[in-house]
């Protein structure tokens, strides 16, 4: 196998070209004694299980529709949080599955971004992800952009180098404006002495809208993190907004400052690393994250998920 960073689309059109390009990939893996991971979703991680029979048990088998619920958790926790705790390894091989068929138009974008971005947020490390793309099942669209953030295609057993290959292009194309809907609920939190009034704000509205309590004290976090970020790293005031669409509570923080790390918030974070995490945090509770950069200004957008009818 090759050296350094290989990232690759494996494109099927039935359960059998799903096994028949999957399973040896894994078993090889394990033949090598490399650490080996598949994340997921169902049906397909019981499809794997099933195959892989007694070998099921040496490989870490995730649910992706639960750990990668959000894409924008995929990186830091289940990709880089697998790789990373084999650093020592000659390689490691991973199968991630983000995109699938019941993937919503919102959030394809940020599946799509994701993708793209593992190109850099794994340069030059001996690691092998795949990652399968249902050609039946998924629109047009989503098989080109796998062209775009995989240098590396396969399809019906043949392997060859991607002719569009460009993940930043990508990751610019989905950079989409996030602004809130007429009659989305305001607050402008200015000084860190307005967190504590806006908080308590967003927390009565969201318990209105219809989010669960314990949904709503993760949202106070989400809030805090967005803001104090804008004052802290951009040095402007955050202006928050609310707003209810379908069955999801949205909040978007808008601010004047600059994010040009497109890796913000899928860092792991280091030992002992005292900033930096709130992203991550924001990543790891929201259903969704969706980011829009611009030159004067960056928005970041948050889905959860409502438990219940509004009141």
């Known amino acids: 196998m090759s050296t350094g960073f290989v990232h690759e689309a494996l494109f099927y059109g039935s359960p059998e070209e799903y096994l028949d390009g999957l399973v040896p990939f894994l078993t090889q893996g394990l033949a090598a004694g490399d650490p080996v991971a598949a994340a997921v979703p169902e049906p397909n991680l019981s499809l794997l299980r099933e195959a892989l029979g007694d070998d099921a048990s040496r490989v870490h088998l995730l649910d992706m529709g639960v750990a990668g619920r959000n894409p924008g958790r995929v990186i830091p926790q289940v990709l880089r949080g697998f790789a990373d705790r084999h650093r020592d390894a000659a390689r490691v091989r991973i199968i991630g599955e983000p995109i699938w068929d019941g993937r919503s138009a919102v959030e394809y974008p940020a599946c799509a971004q994701h993708e793209a971005l593992i190109n850099p947020a794994f340069a030059g490390r001996d690691v092998t992800i795949v990652c399968p793309y249902d050609t039946k099942a998924l629109d047009p669209v989503a ?61 009565a509205y969201a318990l209105e809208f219809g989010l669960g309590e314990a949904r709503t004290e993760d949202l106070k976090l989400i809030v805090t993190e967005l803001a104090t970020n804008s004052l802290l790293h951009a040095g402007t005031p955050c202006e928050l907004s609310l707003w209810r669409e379908g069955a999801e509570l949205v909040c978007s923080a808008t601010d004047g400052g600059r994010l040009t790390d497109p890796l913000a918030g899928r860092r792991p974070p280091v030992r002992d690393q005292l900033s930096g995490r709130g992203l991550l945090l924001v990543n790891d509770l929201a259903d969704l994250v969706r980011t829009h950069r611009a030159p004067h200004g960056t928005t970041i957008q948050v889905r959860m998920r409502l438990d219940r009818k509004p009141l």
């Open 143 to 203: 098989i080109a952009d796998a062209h775009m953030t995989h240098p590396l295609v396969t399809e019906r057993g043949v392997r060859r180098g991607s002719d569009t290959y460009a993940w930043d292009d990508l990751v610019a194309r989905y950079n989409d404006e996030l602004k809130p809907p007429a009659g989305a609920v305001t607050f402008r939190v200015q000084v860190p002495d307005h967190l504590s009034v806006a908080r308590r704000s967003v927390a």
